[in-house]
């Protein structure tokens, strides 16, 4: 049968609708994007059919789409060349789509014995997804004093938006961050915004049923800050060391970076950045006082500002190149006196501590201290004032020490000489002659009276003769001093033997003394026995 021939009773029976439909098509919509195809399948399986027409109604009229039977395929006019209808299945394909072609496609298969089937499914064309841009109400903003209002518009059919930071979706509070939906557009607010709101970059998301497009990403600038202002180090040394390697750093967290100022016991300083080095406070001419400095963080967008914690410290200079001065001439004890000063060449020492001999010096009577304790005055001299004198000169930074020798002469003191006042004949005799003295005493001997030529400390006679009796005088000089010291030593020179014959006073007692200790206990024991033993009476 030709299909040319029998089209306009098939559309007319298609129109009436002769039978009650049955499952043929699946539930719609179908989607489909303009300009590409689409196919509307059947479910039935290679039905026995006579005619299979396809009818599209775009809600105003009603147009036949094409007929199929099992000798052929019928497009009607307005869809040649954009139709195809698959003879096996009914499946009805559409090429090159338009907004027309938008509507409600039914299906009518009509078997050998009239029995009809029909079906009906709804097609929508919908417009590409296309041209998403956000546009903002501003880009730069002011942390909490800022409103900022994010629309996002984009082209298409069905359109549904997201926001997105990365592959993470921006949820609304519904009260700081609120969503408004539109057909073709999105709009994201948020009151009061904070730098945590939006901190990378964000994207707007169109989609449909088909197709999704993000928009180029938006970057939020928010102005905040300087908040908190830290100095680094926060506690520095109460004293620092003049020259040192030191510097105090300012932070605070700012966008954009804040500018910075520091203040010297509040008085602003010629010096900006985030750096205030050791340098530049030295420059100050500030004195070894404890001052007090501070950062304050300026930022220009925000018109904020914040100070932070003072941190406190003084600079000193190190003490180097101390030295003692002291007298110059010769010291004599009983008649000098010596001043002793300390000074060092530079730093500014803050305690001055005197040592003599490694041991701690304080005022007596013979020795007084300047105020300051940087000069001591000892008068008169003594022999005991020799010795090592330390000036130790200390401020928080360090300690520096210089020392002086004093040299203080006196003497001779009196003169001594140990030998033996008797001796025998040819025996070797030794006097020692000594004077506490400084310098060392010089020696000269006298022998009864005539000087002799020895002038050493020792007078040495090597075998003694009858003619060495007599009295011999030791002579102790000091130079410096110009003092003299003497002493006597009475020499005896006897036969051999002679030291022997008899015994000196000393032991003739100590015997005597033995001799009367042992009669008294004699009679002492007398006594004891004659009390001890009965006597008869002679009655």
Same mark, same amino acid.
């Given at each position: 049968?030709?299909?040319?021939?029998?089209?306009?009773?098939?559309?007319?029976?298609?129109?009436? *609708?002769?039978?009650?439909?049955?499952?043929?098509?699946?539930? *719609?919509?179908?989607?489909?994007?303009?300009?590409?195809?689409?196919?509307?399948?059947?479910?039935?399986?290679?039905?026995?059919?006579?005619?299979?027409?396809?009818?599209?109604?775009?809600?105003?009229?009603? /147009?036949?789409?094409?007929?199929?039977?099992?000798?052929?395929?019928?497009?009607?006019?307005?869809?040649? *060349?954009?139709?195809?209808?698959?003879?096996?299945?009914?499946?009805?394909?559409?090429?090159?789509?338009? #907004?027309?072609?938008?509507?409600?496609?039914?299906?009518?298969?009509?078997?050998?014995?009239? $029995?009809?089937? /029909?079906?009906?499914?709804?097609?929508?064309?919908?417009?590409?997804?296309?041209?998403?841009?956000?546009?903002?109400?501003?880009?730069?903003?002011?942390?909490?004093?800022?409103?900022v209002v994010l629309s996002c518009a984009a082209k298409g059919s069905y359109l549904k938006f997201a926001w997105l930071m990365g592959t993470k979706?921006?949820?609304?509070?519904?009260?700081?961050?609120?969503?408004?939906?539109?057909?073709?557009?999105?709009?994201?607010?948020?009151?009061?915004?904070?730098?945590?709101?939006?901190?990378?970059?964000? /994207?707007?998301?169109?989609?449909?049923?088909?197709?999704?497009?993000?928009?180029?990403?938006?970057?939020?600038?928010?102005?905040?800050? =300087?908040?908190?202002?830290?100095?680094?180090?926060?506690?520095?040394?109460?004293?620092?060391?003049? @020259?040192?390697?030191?510097?105090?750093?300012?932070?605070?967290?700012?966008?954009?970076?804040?500018?910075?100022?520091?203040?010297?016991?509040?008085?602003?300083?010629?010096?900006?950045? =985030?750096?205030?080095?050791?340098?530049?406070?030295?420059?100050? @001419?500030?004195?070894?006082?404890?001052?007090?400095?501070?950062?304050?963080?300026?930022?220009?967008?925000?018109?904020? #500002?914040?100070?932070?914690?003072?941190?406190?410290?003084?600079?000193?200079?190190?003490?180097?190149?101390?030295?003692?001065?002291?007298?110059?001439?010769?010291?004599?004890?009983?008649?000098?006196?010596?001043?002793?000063?300390?000074?060092?060449?530079?730093?500014?020492?803050?305690?001055?501590?005197?040592?003599?001999?490694?041991?701690?010096?304080?005022?007596?009577?013979?020795?007084?201290?300047?105020?300051?304790?940087?000069?001591?005055?000892?008068?008169?001299?003594?022999?005991?004032?020799?010795?090592?004198?330390?000036?130790?000169?200390?401020?928080?930074?360090?300690?520096?020490?210089?020392?002086?020798?004093?040299?203080?002469?006196?003497?001779?003191?009196?003169?001594?000489?140990?030998?033996?006042?008797?001796?025998?004949?040819?025996?070797?005799?030794?006097? /020692?002659?000594?004077?506490?003295?400084?310098?060392?005493?010089?020696?000269?001997?006298?022998?009864? *009276?005539?000087?002799?030529?020895? @002038?050493?400390?020792?007078?040495?006679?090597?075998? !003694?003769?009858?003619?060495?009796?007599?009295?011999?005088?030791?002579?102790?000089?000091?130079?410096?001093?110009?003092?003299?010291? $003497?002493?006597?030593?009475?020499?005896?020179? @006897?036969?051999?033997?002679?030291?022997?014959?008899?015994?000196?006073?000393?032991?003739?007692?100590?015997?005597?003394?033995?001799?009367?200790?042992?009669?008294?206990? !004699?009679?002492?024991?007398?006594?004891?026995?004659?009390?001890?033993?009965?006597?008869?009476?002679?009655?």
């Open positions: 049968m030709d299909v040319l021939s029998v089209t306009p009773l098939l559309l007319l029976l298609s129109f009436l *609708g002769c039978c009650a439909g049955q499952n043929v098509l699946p539930d *719609g919509p179908v989607d489909a994007i303009l300009g590409k195809s689409v196919t509307l399948k059947t479910l039935v399986d290679k039905p026995v059919y006579v005619f299979i027409i396809w009818n599209h109604n775009d809600g105003s009229e009603q /147009t036949h789409v094409a007929t199929a039977s099992p000798s052929g395929v019928k497009v009607n006019d307005p869809y040649t *060349g954009r139709v195809t209808v698959n003879q096996t299945n009914g499946y009805l394909h559409l090429e090159g789509l338009l #907004a027309s072609d938008n509507g409600d496609y039914s299906i009518n298969i009509i078997a050998n014995d009239g $029995t009809t089937i /029909t079906g009906e499914i709804h097609l929508r064309v919908l417009e590409p997804v296309s041209t998403v841009v956000i546009t903002p109400s501003l880009t730069e903003a002011t942390e909490h004093n800022s409103t979706a921006i949820v609304a509070d519904g009260k700081r961050i609120t969503l408004k939906e539109e057909t073709l557009s999105s709009t994201l607010t948020i009151t009061g915004v904070l730098r945590t709101d939006l901190p990378t970059p964000v /994207t707007c998301n169109a989609t449909n049923n088909l197709e999704s497009q993000n928009s180029a990403p938006f970057s939020l600038i928010v102005h905040y800050g =300087p908040d908190a202002v830290s100095i680094t180090p926060p506690n520095p040394p109460k004293f620092l060391r003049s @020259k040192s390697n030191f510097s105090l750093s300012c932070a605070s967290p700012s966008s954009p970076p804040a500018t910075f100022s520091w203040y010297q016991n509040q008085q602003l300083l010629e010096v900006t950045g =985030p750096v205030l080095t050791l340098e530049a406070i030295e420059a100050l @001419k500030l004195d070894s006082a404890v001052v007090n400095f501070t950062c304050r963080a300026s930022n220009a967008k925000t018109q904020r #500002a914040d100070s932070s914690p003072a941190v406190s410290f003084a600079v000193m200079e190190a003490i180097s190149g101390a030295e003692v001065s002291g007298p110059t001439s010769v010291l004599l004890a009983g008649n000098s006196s010596a001043n002793l000063s300390c000074r060092a060449a530079s730093g500014q020492a803050q305690s001055v501590r005197w040592e003599q001999d490694g041991v701690a010096v304080s005022s007596a009577a013979r020795r007084s201290f300047s105020p300051d304790m940087s000069s001591m005055l000892i008068s008169p001299l003594q022999k005991e004032d020799t010795g090592e004198f330390t000036c130790l000169l200390t401020n928080p930074i360090n300690t520096d020490s210089a020392s002086y020798r004093l040299l203080v002469n006196y003497g001779p003191e009196a003169a001594q000489v140990i030998g033996d006042p008797a001796v025998e004949v040819d025996t070797n005799v030794v006097l /020692t002659c000594s004077a506490a003295s400084v310098p060392p005493a010089n020696f000269t001997w006298k022998f009864n *009276g005539t000087k002799t030529d020895v @002038k050493t400390a020792q007078y040495q006679i090597e075998a !003694a003769r009858y003619k060495n009796t007599g009295m011999y005088m030791c002579e102790a000089h000091n130079a410096v001093t110009g003092k003299t010291s $003497t002493y006597t030593h009475t020499l005896s020179v @006897k036969e051999e033997g002679a030291l022997d014959e008899g015994l000196s006073d000393g032991a003739i007692a100590g015997i005597v003394i033995a001799v009367l200790i042992a009669l008294g206990a !004699a009679i002492a024991l007398l006594f004891f026995c004659r009390q001890r033993v009965p006597v008869e009476s002679p009655y």
